[in-house]
């Protein structure tokens, strides 16, 4: 309310559900790109004999491994936020229906004192 000195939130709770089911999709192709990265390593073999000599072999994995480290953090990042939007939306869905509650509460205690 403009001018009551009334802080308003408004929270839409339908967009806070859709957003934490497009970060759980995010998340499961995180998962499922890290399970297939990891099923198709390279062999040594496939940096030929150059690569083998120059060590490219171990600089790989550990990149490799780096890389994994994170997409795996990723995957883990946006389950957890997707977990707590819905906890935020849960929370304001309890918040509405306890407003509701309590205005047709008051409006049968109004009706009742006539």
């Not at 970060?23 to 099923?39: C, F, I, Q, Y």
């Not at 995957?75 to 939306?89: D, I, P, Q, T, W």
């Amino acid at each position: 309310m403009k001018g009551s000195g009334v802080d308003q939130v408004r929270v839409n709770v339908d967009w806070l559900e859709d957003y934490a089911a497009l970060l759980d999709r995010h998340a499961d192709e995180a998962g499922t790109t890290l399970t297939s990265l990891r099923s198709h390593g390279l062999s040594d073999e496939a940096f030929g004999d150059v690569g083998q000599e120059m060590g490219t072999p171990r600089s790989y994995q550990r990149a490799a491994e780096s890389l994994y480290t994170q997409l795996g953090r990723a995957e883990e990042v946006l389950s957890a936020a997707a977990a707590a939007l819905r906890e935020v939306s849960e929370h304001y869905q309890g918040t509405d229906l306890d407003g509701a509650l309590g205005l047709t509460k008051k409006a049968g205690d109004t009706d009742a004192t006539r």
